[in-house]
């Protein structure tokens, strides 16, 4: 079956510009993550969907940084007015319920210029 | 959140068993051991995860310590494709309230030669 997709698998901005992430999560898989990855680092989690409660974006590392998921389903992460600082992989997984093993998607590669 | 700690690298021969050690002495009573590996240039993936028992599933095994302050993850016949780094994670079913998300350390970078 198909797993979870993001897009795009590249992207390349300049400062200042705004970017959004796009997430397609396995369907059915009620949560739903965002993370980040910088060169030769690990993961840092970012911001959690689960269900249609409230998101827990204690992990966003400024208020530059937002993401929704509509319907239960997609999910967009936008970063605003980007620095260079945000270049990394964004990754995304989602989970048949916060219990459960993560699937993760192949990440979007942002440079910021 | 209780941490993990790994040996940033191993080396390990093709077609011999590889032990990865992961040390957590600040593990609550209700965190999961996970493993997850993350190829090159790809997303981790789910390797296997315990509580308190040993266990085993296609790819590897997990050995946990018996007062849980550390725990083995098996790879019964090392390939060239299992050539990753190895992230031991520790997760709460609940956290009430706080974040879900696991907490990725720098992992084990697992060195496979031919």
């Known amino acids: 079956g198909a797993g979870v997709s993001q897009s795009p698998s590249n992207k390349v901005t300049e400062k200042g510009k705004d970017v959004e992430l796009r997430c397609d999560p396995i369907?059915?898989?009620?949560?739903l993550y965002w993370y980040r990855q910088s060169l030769g680092q690990g993961l840092e989690f970012l911001i959690y969907f689960q269900g249609n409660s409230a998101p827990d974006k204690s992990g966003l590392p400024s208020d530059r940084f937002s993401a929704e998921r509509t319907g239960g389903s997609v999910s967009t992460l936008t970063i605003q007015r980007t620095q260079q600082e945000d270049s990394a992989v964004y990754l995304c997984a989602s989970s048949a319920d916060r219990y459960n093993e993560q699937f993760f998607g192949p990440g979007t590669r942002l440079t910021v210029l | 959140d209780a941490k993990t700690t790994q040996p940033n690298s191993m080396e390990s021969n093709e077609e011999e068993p590889v032990h990865l050690p992961c040390n957590h002495s600040?593990?609550?009573?209700?965190?999961?051991i996970h493993w997850y590996r993350q190829l090159p240039s790809q997303g981790p993936e789910y390797v296997i995860h315990?509580?308190?028992s040993n266990v085993n599933n296609r790819m590897a095994s997990l050995a946990i310590a018996e007062d849980r302050k550390s725990s083995t993850l098996i790879l019964h016949r090392a390939t060239l494709r299992d050539a990753a780094v190895y992230y031991c994670?520790?997760?709460?079913?609940?956290?009430?309230?706080?974040?879900?998300?696991?907490?990725f350390g720098k992992g084990t970078h697992l060195i496979i030669q031919p």
């Open positions: 600040t593990i609550s009573g209700t965190d999961y």
């Open positions: 369907s059915g898989h009620t949560a």
């Open positions: 994670i520790l997760s709460r079913p609940y956290s009430g309230g706080g974040a879900d998300g696991l907490t």
């Open positions: 315990g509580l308190t």
